[in-house]
């Protein structure tokens, strides 16, 4: 059964910055690491959003939501099956729990991106929470 494992998160006052990671283990029987993670987030009454994605499987290209372009970074860490966001200049809008999604099928080849959606991934972490304090 595949796991993501997210560490990261915390309170932290607006304009500072806080590190989210990922770990996703490989899913015995896909024998391989997951084409597309991403990073979403969630508040209380809203839709869950994508934040940024990134294609594991080549290209390595990420994508962000609009909000946050200029301000996280996501990128793979030192082991391919894990997943980094960096976030700066934070805001008390980016108060949420944050989800650390994955899918290991040839379907998200190619869609790999913020438009993909929630369904788009099989895999969920629990979530970590993002505080903002103005």
């Known amino acids: 059964q595949v796991q993501l494992v997210e560490s990261g998160g915390g309170s932290v006052q607006a304009a500072g910055s806080l590190n989210l990671s990922c770990e996703a283990s490989?899913?015995?029987?896909?024998?391989?690491?997951?084409?597309?993670m991403a990073w979403f987030r969630e508040v209380p009454g809203k839709e869950r959003e994508a934040v940024a994605t990134i294609d594991m499987f080549m290209s390595g290209i990420a994508t962000y939501a609009d909000s946050v372009k200029g301000r996280f970074t996501i990128s793979q860490g030192n082991a391919k099956n894990t997943l980094l966001l960096q976030m700066a200049n934070l805001k008390p809008e980016d108060t949420a729990m944050y989800y650390c999604?994955?899918?290991?099928?040839?379907?998200?080849?190619?869609?790999?991106?913020?438009?993909?959606?929630?369904?788009?991934?099989?895999?969920w972490g629990q979530g970590t929470q993002v505080s903002v304090s103005s």
């Open positions: 999604a994955a899918d290991y099928h040839v379907d998200i080849i190619g869609r790999c991106a913020v438009t993909a959606g929630t369904s788009s991934f099989g895999y």
């Open positions: 490989r899913y015995r029987d896909y024998g391989h690491n997951p084409y597309c």
